[in-house]
């Protein structure tokens, strides 16, 4: 069993990869990793505020931006007076073909305007445009294949 230290330990770890790779603020970060490893599993605004030391103001900002991502849901049970937060697993999330379809009609898009020229920029317009394409028809795929995994496996 991990000690509350451990835990809070994680939740910065968790904040600093999140604020970076989705530049959320760092206590949406903390949120989100203490969420993953806390017990009891589905805590209150209050409970998230106090294992945090942080403000209850900051913890229900940081709830509504998770909430916002649907990274997090609140749910209230009969006879209680506070929201439980939980984390919301999305299997499909990041799996998402659009942004590299987006990325490559953009990338197209610049090719037509250097068409007439041998130039550099012509070449990363070039690769940008097949990367892109190439991950928008490959992500379906993996996820069909993990989740073919998953089922293999029992899960």
Do not use: K
Not at 40 to 66: K, T
Not at 126 to 149: K, V
């Amino acid at each position: 069993m991990s000690t509350m230290d451990e835990r809070l330990a994680y939740a910065d770890r968790v904040a600093a990869v999140w604020s970076a790779r989705y530049r959320v603020a760092p206590i949406t970060g903390r949120i989100a990793g203490y969420l993953f490893v806390c017990e009891p599993a589905h805590p209150s605004i209050d409970e998230l505020a106090a294992a945090l030391q942080a403000s209850r103001s900051a913890v229900v900002g940081g709830v509504r931006e998770l909430e916002a991502r649907r990274w997090v849901r609140r749910s209230r049970s009969a006879g209680e007076r506070a929201d439980r937060v939980s984390l919301v697993f999305d299997r499909t999330r990041g799996f998402d073909p659009a942004p590299y379809l987006e990325a490559a009609a953009i990338a197209e898009d610049g090719l037509v305007l250097v068409a007439d020229s041998a130039t550099e920029q012509r070449a990363v317009l070039e690769e940008t445009a097949s990367l892109n394409r190439y991950l928008a028809e490959q992500l379906p795929r993996l996820l069909d294949d993990w989740i073919a995994q998953r089922a293999d496996r029992g899960r």
